[in-house]
Structures are given as C-alpha cells and as structure tokens.
C-alpha cells in the first residue's frame, strides 16, 4: 500500500496509508486527510492510486490541485496534475511529505532523504542557486548527452518527473536549453 509519509525538519513523524483510490486533502473536516493550516484550500490536492492491470502490476500514483490558492508543489515546482514516484517530496500550505511505494524499504527512504538536501553555489554575482542532489545527478546525465528518456530510466523517475527537474534546473541557472545548462554548471564548477 502506498504511503504519505508526513516530514517535519526531514524526519518522519507520520505515515498515512493510501487506502482508496481517491484522497483528498485539504483544510475542510471532511478532507480525507485534513491539514490545519490557513495556506491551505478546504479541498486543496486530490491523490489517485491506480493499479495497472498487466503483469507485472503496478502501482500508479496521481495528485492533482484542485484550483487551490496557494499551489501544490512536488519536488519544490508548482503543479496541476503529476505522477508521483517513490520519495517524490509533496508541499501543501507548510505541510510537507513523501510518497513511499511499498516495494521500498525504510532504510532506503533515509538514506535518499539525506541525499536529498540542497546544495549552494555561487554564481560569482553575489547570488546564491540552490540544486538539490537529484538536479546535480541530473544535470551530470545531460552533461552526459542523456535523452530525457535514459535520464529517466537511470533514475528510477518518470519522464514527466524528468522534465519537471529540467524545466526547474533552467529556471534556477537562468537558461533555455540542455547546453546552455551544461555550459553554466561547468562555469560554476558543478560539472568538469
């Protein structure tokens, strides 16, 4: 059964199981998992759980904002509707979790929490950028001349989940493409 896996300072302190196909959550009292929090919509982000029908089956996890005010982020970029996968981090209001697929162990979801910090680099103009270690691995696979497609593969990530850290690694680089990207981060010292 898939879990949400509620973090505080990165740490597990709750886990809610995924039981049925849709969950709400969201500020109203008949959210299927209620948050207490004013940046918080009554019915803010849906979660679906589907499982596919062939063999081998497998578990396919959507959420969705439901037009709140504040946003529903995963992995820090603003979404309407995205697959999950496993340790994808979801923020609602100041609420923040993970998602945990079943077949994955506690020992490996601290272990990726851990990896999962951000890193600082300084652009030499007094402005600091900030990549997770998931856009650092990333950024080394483009350097790499990886499609979208390999990238996704390697990681263990959908390729919509790929071209979200993209799209979030252009816009904290400033840039517009693959090499544009590649050419910064070795400016940076982030690639060699």
């Given at each position: 059964?898939v879990?949400?896996a509620?973090?505080i ?22 959210a ?6 004013t ?6 982000a849906?979660?679906?759980c589907l499982?596919?029908s062939g ?5 396919q996890?959507?959420i ?5 005010t504040?946003g529903?982020?995963v992995?820090e970029?603003r979404?309407?509707?995205t697959?999950?996968n ?5 923020r609602i209001?100041?609420t ?5 697929f079943p ?6 979801i601290?272990?990726t929490m851990?990896?999962?910090t951000?890193q600082e680099?300084s652009?030499g ?7 997770s270690?998931k856009?650092?691995?990333i950024?080394h696979l483009i350097?790499q001349?990886?499609k ?8 263990n990530?959908s390729?919509?989940?790929?071209s979200d850290?993209?799209k979030n690694i252009?816009k904290?680089l400033?840039v ?5 990207a590649?050419?910064k981060?070795?400016?940076l010292?982030?690639?060699?």
């Amino acid at each position: 059964m898939v879990e949400l896996a509620v973090l505080i300072d990165k740490v597990i302190v709750h886990k809610i199981s995924l039981d049925k196909e849709k969950s709400i959550i969201g500020r109203s009292k008949s959210a299927d998992i209620p948050i207490d929090d004013t940046r918080v919509s009554g019915q803010h982000a849906q979660i679906t759980c589907l499982t596919t029908s062939g063999k081998p089956r497998e578990i396919q996890v959507r959420i969705e904002d439901l037009n709140s005010t504040n946003g529903t982020f995963v992995n820090e970029t603003r979404i309407d509707t995205t697959y999950l996968n496993h340790n994808d981090s979801i923020r609602i209001g100041t609420t923040r979790f993970k998602i945990i697929f079943p077949h994955i162990n506690q020992t490996f979801i601290e272990a990726t929490m851990i990896e999962d910090t951000e890193q600082e680099i300084s652009d030499g103009k007094n402005k600091a950028i900030k990549l997770s270690f998931k856009e650092v691995q990333i950024l080394h696979l483009i350097n790499q001349s990886k499609k979208r497609k390999e990238i996704a593969r390697e990681l263990n990530l959908s390729v919509h989940t790929i071209s979200d850290y993209i799209k979030n690694i252009y816009k904290k680089l400033e840039v517009s493409s693959r090499h544009e990207a590649a050419e910064k981060a070795k400016r940076l010292g982030i690639l060699d």
